[in-house]
């Protein structure tokens, strides 16, 4: 059964300001783990009993692409502390999209990941799909046929397939089997093209497909994330939260 969890990042400006508070109110909600993207200088023994404290799970650790290249030593060892086995590449700024780079570099650091028994993923965007690797691919289908299965997994953001004018149902499928963790987001077209991430039931995607998907391919973790919320961010997250409780009260198969 998919476990549900919540990317933190949704919550940013209360994880600065009250981690521990903002923690404990995830919890309350009914989110089962967490995907970290800072820590705000806690240590990893002070994370560690605070996800204990509140029966959290650390699902996996949005870490920067430098930082990686720079140090992933230490991060494994950070993760390894807080009970994470899953290290997400979460973005890439323009200038670092060199693919050729991207992709061995991918290799070095999901080899490093695998001596330590970690796992390295990659968080995408809507670009990984707009943008063309050769004649007839998608980065985001390139890049999981240039650097193996062994030592990359995907973190798919379906919302992002989606807005991209993919079907993201039909990719969850494709990647059966190298998909631990699903990101579940709503979105909805602005009147200018661009996207608003909106709170469950308040956007255009099929949220109960994509979960429906991700139990069938036999995915780990399905994680709410709004890059943006139009409410107070923890409203938000209660907002989905019911919508998801209502989904699964109508025989979605999801741990609530």
């Not at 560690?48 to 990686?68: P, W």
């Not at 190298?178 to 979105?187: F, G, N």
Request: net charge negative; glycine share 8%.
């Amino acid at each position: 059964m998919l476990q549900l969890g919540l990317q933190l990042y949704t919550v940013r400006e209360q994880m600065e300001q009250d981690f521990k508070g903002t923690l404990k109110a995830v919890a309350e909600l009914g989110y089962k783990g967490v995907e970290f993207h800072d820590f705000f200088g806690h240590s990893s023994a002070e994370v560690k009993r605070l996800l204990d404290e509140n029966g959290l799970v650390a699902i996996g650790t949005h870490t920067q692409y430098a930082s990686m290249l720079e140090d992933l030593d230490s991060i494994i060892t950070y993760n390894k502390e807080i009970g994470n086995k899953y290290i997400i590449v979460p973005y890439l700024l323009e200038e670092q999209r060199k693919w050729d780079d991207v992709f061995a570099n991918l290799k070095v650091l999901g080899e490093k990941c695998k001596e330590q028994d970690m796992v390295l993923l990659y968080h995408n965007h809507d670009f990984e799909f707009t943008e063309s690797y050769g004649e007839d691919k998608t980065v985001f289908d390139a890049m999981y046929d240039e650097v193996p299965a062994t030592l990359l997994e995907v973190e798919m953001d379906t919302c992002w397939v989606y807005f991209a004018g993919y079907d993201p149902v039909e990719y969850i499928h494709k990647y059966a089997g190298r998909l631990p963790i699903v990101h579940w987001k709503d979105v909805k077209k602005l009147e200018d093209g661009s996207p608003q991430t909106v709170s469950f039931g308040e956007g255009e995607v099929d949220l109960a497909a994509i979960a429906d998907a991700a139990n069938e391919v036999g995915a780990e973790w399905i994680v709410v994330e709004q890059d943006m919320c139009q409410n107070p961010p923890l409203e938000s997250i209660a907002t989905s939260m019911e919508w998801i409780k209502n989904y699964a009260k109508n025989g979605g198969t999801i741990n609530v």
